[in-house]
């Protein structure tokens, strides 16, 4: 199956502070999808982007399908930005999600 | 707003009780899933149904079992709960072209 691999697997950042979030993915993919899942385990919708660049707010997405990755960028963090965030994709027709294993942000005052 | 629903946020229950859990959409989405979260494997996928009555094994179905009867209904179905079932549930829906997912606020559910 599809394997998607995220990078870094934690990261601590001073509040205020710019990151950034990869999602390697080893094949194509008719869906991505990015995750915010809060402290009390819901995962929040924050992009759904097989390919282009996407904005909301602070975050922003860009895929290269073309080169299988995803790029996650959160600017001047808050400490509400903390969490775990997840790269999932959709491969051919299985229509089911395959999950990365995330990338765990804490945000420190 | 999409909206996913489920029917309890945390559960006990004892080895050998059949459990429900539900869920429910309000957006007309065609596929419904079920994934479970443990730590350190993940998501990985229960059940998914495309339609009413119809249903896709996932990778993990072994222990459980789904019902569609409405199309904004989904439940998962634990015919005699065992503890390596302990787990967070969670819900999903999507539209049947575009496949967007939403998910519900999860079920932790242990088994004692």
């Known amino acids: 199956g599809i394997q998607v691999e995220q990078s870094p697997p934690d990261l601590i950042l001073q509040e205020g502070a710019n990151s950034t979030l990869r999602c390697n993915f080893s094949?194509?993919?008719?869906?991505l999808q990015w995750f915010h899942q809060n402290p009390w385990g819901q995962l929040i919708n924050l992009f759904y982007?097989?390919?282009g660049t996407k904005q909301n707010g602070r975050l922003s997405a860009t895929t290269v399908a073309t080169e299988r990755y995803s790029l996650l960028y959160i600017s001047s963090s808050q400490t509400t930005d903390s969490g775990v965030y997840f790269c999932?994709?959709?491969?051919?027709?299985?229509?089911?999600?395959?999950f990365g294993s995330g990338t765990r942000l804490q945000v420190q005052p | 707003d999409v909206k996913v629903t489920q029917s309890s946020r945390y559960l006990v229950k004892r080895t050998g009780e059949k459990v429900f859990l539900e869920c429910v959409q309000d957006?007309?989405?065609?596929?419904m899933f079920w994934y479970r979260q443990d730590p350190g494997l993940g998501l990985r996928l229960i059940y998914f149904?495309?339609?009413?009555?119809?249903?896709e094994k996932g990778d993990i179905p072994e222990g459980y079992s789904v019902s569609r009867e409405k199309k904004e209904r989904f439940s998962l179905i634990l015919e005699s709960a065992s503890t390596n079932q302990t787990s967070m549930y969670l819900c999903?829906?999507?539209?049947?072209?575009?496949?967007?997912?939403?998910f519900g606020p999860g079920t932790r559910l242990t088994v004692l």
């Open positions: 999903a829906s999507s539209l049947l072209l575009s496949n967007e997912q939403f």
């Open positions: 094949d194509s993919v008719n869906n």
């Open positions: 982007i097989p390919s």
């Open positions: 999932a994709v959709e491969r051919g027709g299985r229509r089911a999600l395959t």
């Open positions: 957006m007309d989405h065609e596929n």
């Open positions: 149904s495309y339609d009413v009555k119809m249903k």
